[in-house]
């Protein structure tokens, strides 16, 4: 199995409620990471984890919040996003320390209105 | 902090056409890889480099690090429309993390 599974695919919110996207792979990978892209963009690093512990944040907003409950799971956590938070968020895994390719999900594609 | 630069930004070729994408680091590469994504989707993993010098294909697809480990380059040969989309070069932070940054994209079309 080589799947990383983003939920919900697609996510229309307003800038008052508060959602969670999710991630999840059984690869047994032991790094995970959140991406933002924005249309015509490359990916652009979020936040790593590292042995479910957070070993980067690229000096993201604190309206997201990533957590990491176990092993095959992380979440990002939205609260109080602004508009130009719309984008596609992606979700990888990879078996870490370099010289690993990483997995990608889906992506959810995140509306804010 | 590292910085990935491709070029071209954006391709339109005709169907059978060969054609190159590179991918200039500003500091040296300690991992290459070649990722392809489709308009709103997940990336797909091509290839991965690591020595100076290295080439890999894989069906109509060649990549190859140079010995200096500072630039890489994708060449498609005969290229269908199914070779259509965003090329994506990445690269390990370097820096002893699991950080991964991605190059600007290149755009690829093929027409019939």
């Known amino acids: 199995d080589t799947e990383v599974t983003q939920t919900p695919k697609h996510l229309v919110m307003g800038m008052t409620n508060k ?17 933002k892209q924005k249309a015509k963009k490359p990916p652009e690093l979020m936040f790593v984890y590292s042995y479910e512990k957070l070993s980067i944040n690229e000096s993201v907003p604190s309206r997201f919040s990533p957590e990491c409950p176990n092993s095959s799971l992380l979440n990002l956590h939205l609260h109080a996003l602004q508009p130009e938070d719309s984008a596609l968020y992606l979700c990888a895994s990879s078996q870490g320390r370099m010289n690993t390719e990483a997995f990608f999900g889906q992506g959810t594609r995140l509306t804010v209105v | 902090s590292q910085e990935l630069e491709q070029s071209p930004q954006s391709l339109i070729v005709q169907e059978g056409k060969n054609l190159t994408i590179n991918c200039t680091s500003s500091k040296t590469l300690y991992g290459l890889y070649w990722y392809k994504q489709k308009y709103g989707e997940g990336l797909i993993f091509l290839m991965m480099l690591q020595k100076g010098g290295e080439e890999k294909s894989h069906e109509k697809i060649t990549a190859k690090l140079d010995e200096k480990k500072q630039q890489s380059s994708l060449h498609i040969t005969a290229s269908q429309p199914s070779h259509a989309g965003i090329y994506l070069c990445g690269a390990d932070g370097g820096d002893n993390t699991d950080k991964l940054i991605f190059g600007t994209g290149t755009r690829l079309q093929v027409f019939p």
């Open chain 1, 19 to 35: 959602k969670s996207l999710k991630c999840e792979q059984h690869m047994g990978h032991r790094a995970m990471y959140w991406y």
